[in-house]
Structure formats: structure tokens, C-alpha cells
């Protein structure tokens, strides 16, 4: 029979196991590391601007998890580019992952801006979805193999325009860290509950 020590014991090497891969392990970037991923980077032909982005965003890295916001405005046909979209959006989410990223919410607007201000140009927006990512690493990584890419032609292929930035929360709500701890806890309580 299996003891209530054990039930606990696995519930919780489980867990672990789950957070070294949606945390992960190995940090903020180094310095060299920043460097490395610049020189690639440039070598792949990005625009000036969009390097000292990268550069600002890679250099200041605090080790932690972060959510690119996205707002999309598709072309006409949309049935087209929904499927344009959808096909980049299946390997890009299988590239994403392997490294613990993943959608954390995807919607789709039911009318034009309710307010701008000084963005005029910014309106009729066709959804917005934010994608959450392990680390900056993983972003590096996964730009390194997107840029360029047949997957990121049918994306490119699909937009009208679009808008994206890099977020750090100061308020989440339902992490998947709390929701995986709080599964984990209820069903070995409940295998607690059938051997006792």
C-alpha cells in the first residue's frame, strides 16, 4: 500500500520537475551571451532600430518570465489570413513549447478603439493575443529561428499591420505555476483520501 508520505513525496518531485522546465534554470543573460545573440542578429539582416531594441531588451534581462503583447489587424480576405495565421502560429507554438511558452490569452475585437489618444492610425484591430515566454534566452532562440522563416512569411502574409511589445507583470492572475501546484495538491489529496 502506498503511504500518505509517498503520495506527497511524488505529488512534489512532480511539481518540481514542472518548474524546472516552465522557470527553468539557467538565468539572466551574460554579457557574452548578449553579444553572441547581437552578432547573429545583425548577421540575419535586421533593421538598425529593431537591433538596438533587441540589444536594450536582451542587456537589461532580469531572469525572469515576460508577455508579449500583441495587437493584429488582418488582411482582407480574413478567412484567408486567418489560415495564413494559423499555419504560423502552429509551428511557431510548437517552437515556443518546448521552452514553456505558450498563449496566455487570445481574443478578438468586437469594435474599433473605444479611446485614442495621439494614435489615430492604430484602430481596427482585428485581435490581440498575449504569448507568455520562459526567459529572454527563449525569446533570442526562438527569434533566431523565426526571422526569416517560411512560417514568418505566412505571417507577414496575413497582417494588414500589427503592433508588439515586450511586458514584465506586476499583477497576475491564474498562473499556470499556482494552477499546476493547486492540481498537483488536490489529486494527491484525493489518492490520500482512496488509500486511507
Request: with cysteine; proline share 3%; glycine share 4%.
Amino acid at each position: 500500500m502506498i503511504s500518505i508520505i509517498s503520495i506527497w513525496t511524488i505529488a512534489a518531485l512532480l511539481y518540481a520537475m514542472f518548474w524546472a522546465w516552465y522557470v527553468g534554470l539557467q538565468g539572466k543573460l551574460s554579457q557574452s551571451e548578449v553579444a553572441e545573440y547581437m552578432e547573429r542578429f545583425e548577421a540575419a539582416g535586421l533593421p538598425i532600430d529593431k537591433l538596438e531594441n533587441l540589444h536594450h531588451f536582451l542587456a537589461n534581462d532580469d531572469g525572469r518570465e515576460w508577455f508579449m503583447i500583441n495587437l493584429l489587424q488582418l488582411k482582407s480576405p480574413k478567412r484567408e489570413s486567418r489560415k495564413l495565421l494559423q499555419s504560423y502560429s502552429k509551428t511557431f507554438m510548437a517552437g515556443m513549447f518546448k521552452r514553456a511558452g505558450h498563449p496566455f490569452f487570445i481574443a478578438n475585437a468586437r469594435a474599433k478603439n473605444i479611446e485614442n489618444v495621439s494614435c489615430d492610425q492604430a484602430d481596427n484591430w482585428t485581435m490581440s493575443a498575449i504569448v507568455r515566454y520562459r526567459s529572454r534566452r527563449d525569446c533570442a532562440e526562438t527569434l533566431m529561428v523565426t526571422f526569416g522563416s517560411d512560417h514568418h512569411a505566412d505571417k507577414l502574409a496575413a497582417l494588414e499591420k500589427t503592433l508588439a511589445f515586450p511586458a514584465s507583470t506586476s499583477l497576475l492572475m491564474g498562473s499556470p505555476r499556482v494552477l499546476v501546484a493547486l492540481g498537483l495538491a488536490l489529486i494527491a489529496a484525493l489518492v490520500q483520501i482512496l488509500v486511507v
